[in-house]
């Protein structure tokens, strides 16, 4: 398969997660079509990482899938905690703690 396949993969990938993060208002399905851009970001750098021959965006593609790890501990705690507090999870609630 070409490299070049996988960008229009990962830019398939990356509106799909977008639209999910911009249309819905379950906070469990925007953290995971956030989940889903950052994969498809992931999956570009490897592929221009594997176009041009040299390893740093596999380097930059481990480094977010650090960051996204770190993301998914805090985000799933905030989720849990305002589901704890309102019994919903969606995404119009917090807004309701706006001072």
């Known amino acids: 398969m070409s490299p070049i396949a996988f960008v229009y993969l990962a830019t398939v990938l990356f509106g799909i997660g977008a639209a999910a993060v911009l249309t819905r208002r379950n906070?469990?399905?925007a953290f995971m079509g956030v989940e889903l851009m950052?994969?498809?970001?992931n999956l570009a750098f490897v592929a221009f990482s594997r176009i041009h021959g040299e390893i740093d965006g596999q380097v930059i593609a481990f480094f977010v899938m650090v960051v996204a790890a770190a993301e998914v501990?805090?985000?799933l705690a905030i989720i849990i905690a305002l589901f704890r507090a309102r019994q919903t999870i969606s995404l119009d609630e917090p807004a309701?703690?706006?001072?």
């Open 27 to 29: 906070a469990i399905i």
């Open 38 to 41: 950052l994969n498809a970001a």
């Open 73 to 75: 501990v805090v985000g």
């Open 96 to 99: 309701e703690l706006k001072g």
